[in-house]
């Protein structure tokens, strides 16, 4: 490789081609391509858990335990209820919206709200 003592030098080798030079924003654009790409991929791939919906049931309730932390509706539909969950004063016979997720094959809910 050649290698010029001055600034005069490297103009000099670069006139008459001894070497060529590519200007600093076109080395990095390979990498900023890969890096856009990622960065997309990335952000497409975590779509699904970004949008999950919380889901709403409404029905009458059946039978609540606050020591098992479990709810039953009327239609069948039945709750685990999440450790944050505070008791709005629950009865059997309430008309109640239940707000839940599914956590494996249970259904969590994350709060329950009394109709009138």
């Given at each position: 490789?050649?290698?010029?003592?001055?600034?005069?030098?490297?103009?000099?080798?670069?006139?008459?081609?001894?070497?060529?030079?590519?200007?600093?924003f076109q080395e990095s654009m390979p990498m900023r391509k890969l890096i856009v790409t990622a960065a997309a991929?990335?952000?497409?791939?975590?779509?699904?858990?970004?949008?999950a919906a919380v889901k709403h049931t409404t029905g009458t309730v059946k039978s609540f335990d606050g020591t098992?932390?479990?709810?039953?509706?009327?239609?069948?539909?039945?709750?685990?209820?999440?450790?944050?969950?505070?008791?709005?004063?629950?009865?059997?016979?309430?008309?109640?919206?239940?707000?839940?997720?599914?956590?494996?094959?249970?259904?969590?809910?994350?709060?329950?709200?009394?109709?009138?």
């Amino acid at each position: 490789m050649l290698r010029a003592a001055t600034r005069r030098d490297r103009t000099a080798l670069i006139e008459r081609g001894a070497f060529h030079t590519v200007p600093a924003f076109q080395e990095s654009m390979p990498m900023r391509k890969l890096i856009v790409t990622a960065a997309a991929a990335a952000f497409l791939a975590s779509g699904g858990a970004a949008f999950a919906a919380v889901k709403h049931t409404t029905g009458t309730v059946k039978s609540f335990d606050g020591t098992a932390m479990s709810l039953v509706l009327d239609n069948g539909s039945t709750f685990t209820l999440a450790k944050a969950f505070k008791d709005p004063g629950i009865k059997p016979g309430e008309k109640v919206r239940v707000s839940w997720d599914m956590s494996g094959k249970n259904k969590i809910a994350e709060a329950v709200k009394i109709m009138k």
